[in-house]
């Protein structure tokens, strides 16, 4: 006869089992997940992601595959937990004006927004988008390092958002 599972035990296989599901669910229905893919290794074997769902666990936070990885691969490899407020800054959004985190106003203008603290804050309105984008990368790179100072006791995480704001600062 097996062990009988603890609530806490039974609640992260639930979870576990969620994020699977809603993995396969964006990859297989998700427009916007058209060029997403999910490894071999975890497609064929639901209890390969599981057991690295709970190796990685950390309480509230979500599977993201675009830090570690380019944004096309669920994989052990390119997936990493997140706080919502590190997954949010990594969400791509489509906004006709070829860059990440700037809108057209209307009126020939351009504006930058960026999630801060999980809230969408405007920025300010440029002339241009590139001048947008531009100030949106400057603030993303200023988020990005307090991101990684405030979840400096996770070293992994840490480093790639400290690499990610490097980055930002020289595109």
């Known amino acids: 006869m097996g062990k009988r599972l603890t609530k806490k035990e039974k609640d992260l296989n639930r979870k576990a089992n969620n ?80 860059y990440k985190g700037v809108y057209p106003n209307g009126s020939g203008m351009y504006y930058a927004r960026i999630r801060k603290h999980s809230v969408l804050e405007t920025i300010g309105t440029y002339s241009t988008a590139e001048e947008a984008h531009q100030e949106y990368l400057s603030e993303r790179a200023i988020i990005l390092h307090e991101l990684a100072e405030k979840y400096s006791n996770y070293p992994v995480l840490s480093r790639l958002l400290k690499e990610e704001a490097t980055s930002c600062l020289t595109r």
Do not use: H
């Open 19 to 98: 994020a699977y599901d809603n993995c396969r669910y964006r990859v297989k229905n998700v427009s916007t997940y058209s060029n997403v893919s999910i490894c071999s290794e975890w497609m064929n074997n639901r209890r390969s992601f599981i057991q690295w769902y709970k190796d990685n666990y950390v309480e509230n936070w979500q599977v993201d595959k675009d830090i570690m990885g380019d944004g096309t691969l669920y994989s052990p490899g390119t997936c990493i937990m997140v706080p919502p407020e590190v997954n949010l800054l990594f969400r791509d959004s489509t906004n006709g004006t070829g």
